[in-house]
């Protein structure tokens, strides 16, 4: 399937791996340019020399485009945003933040640059500031999130703008690929299903955990402190909404959550640690390669499509 998006990044299929962190690393990123999306690395946290391994790494998996997200939160964003140039990364994706500082830079070293915004005003600005696509992502994502919906976000956004849009949040599956093109989108951005991809990383005890998940499974924390995050209920989100209730300090939770999404992700811990997964959850059911995954994907995708055009 041909869009401005494939083109944009010469990729095969409209399909771009959401950039999480802990779990987007250069396996991931790999699988998922080979089976023809756009893999990503999560850039996160992580320090700037082990992003600059992860891209070096990915080189040596795969030939396909991928790219780098930068979390626009992590203190080292700047130097991570200088080792994406650097290493030549074709695409970068930003996330959690504005990255208009870094617009000249990118543009300039011929980076094509995705933001992913949460809002119609962000998505204006960036285009204003040269983006050449955006990523619009509702409120059904895992992770860090705004207020507004998939279904409402993305055709506001794709009114607001000439660029391509990229719809995330709540999709899982070809029924959403398809819905989220009926809204004017040219790709979709997919976190949660591949969290659970044979290729990641991600510890058994977490997978388990996104593929035993049901529809209302997920809660939003840390919505007093100005950063919403979504992830699945556990003991970890319980006694954080409790503290939040009782007006907890920014210190006493940032303290609860210090290191808890590695602790899921990384150690399984998937009780007291933060098991970031968006509301399609309840929806994946099976460990899949990524391969796999795109090719039912667009299978399924092409199947409604065609049938919506007759
Ligand atoms: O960034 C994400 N998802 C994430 S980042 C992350 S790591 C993290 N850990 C602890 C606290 C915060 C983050 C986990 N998941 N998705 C993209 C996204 N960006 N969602 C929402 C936004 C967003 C929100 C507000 C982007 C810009 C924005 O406002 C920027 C501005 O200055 O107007």
């Excluded at 340019?33 to 992580?46: H, R, T, W």
């Excluded at 891209?55 to 945003?81: S, W």
């Excluded at 819905?179 to 290729?199: D, N, P």
Aim: charge should be negative; charged fraction near 25%.
């Amino acid at each position: 399937m041909k869009t401005r998006v494939t083109d944009l990044l010469g990729i095969k299929y409209p399909i771009i791996q959401g950039g999480m962190a802990w779990v987007a690393d250069y396996h991931l990123a790999a699988a998922v340019a080979n089976a023809g999306g756009l893999g990503l690395i999560g850039a996160a946290s992580a320090p700037p020399e082990v992003v600059r391994e992860q891209i070096q790494e990915t080189k040596k998996l795969t030939d396909k485009p991928f790219g780098v997200n930068v979390m626009l939160l992590n203190p080292n964003a700047d130097d991570v945003a200088k080792i994406v140039v650097e290493e030549g990364v074709k695409v970068v994706t930003t996330g959690a933040g504005n990255p208009g500082k870094y617009m000249a830079m990118w543009k300039e070293a011929g980076v094509k640059v995705i933001p992913v915004v949460a809002s119609v005003a962000l998505a204006k600005m960036m285009e204003r500031v040269g983006a050449d696509a955006v990523v619009a992502e509702g409120m059904e994502s895992g992770g860090h999130i705004g207020a507004a919906t998939t279904m409402t976000l993305v055709p506001q956004v794709v009114d607001a703008v000439e660029i391509p849009v990229v719809a995330a949040g709540g999709i899982g599956d070809g029924r959403g690929f398809a819905a989220a093109m009926m809204l004017g989108a040219e790709a979709v951005q997919m976190g949660t299903r591949f969290t659970v991809a044979k290729e990641a990383i991600t510890h058994a005890n977490f997978k388990e955990r996104v593929l035993k998940a049901k529809d209302i499974d997920s809660e939003i924390t840390g919505a007093s402190s100005g950063h919403p995050i979504r992830q699945i209920r556990n003991k970890m989100t319980r006694e954080y909404l409790k503290m939040e209730k009782e007006g907890a300090s920014f210190e006493e939770l940032e303290y609860l959550t210090l290191g808890s999404l590695r602790k899921a992700v990384m150690d399984g811990d998937v009780v007291n640690g933060t098991v970031m997964a968006g509301q399609i959850a309840g929806l994946i059911k099976k460990e899949q390669t990524c391969e796999e995954m795109i090719q039912e994907i667009m299978k399924e995708a092409m199947e409604l499509l065609h049938i919506n055009e007759k």
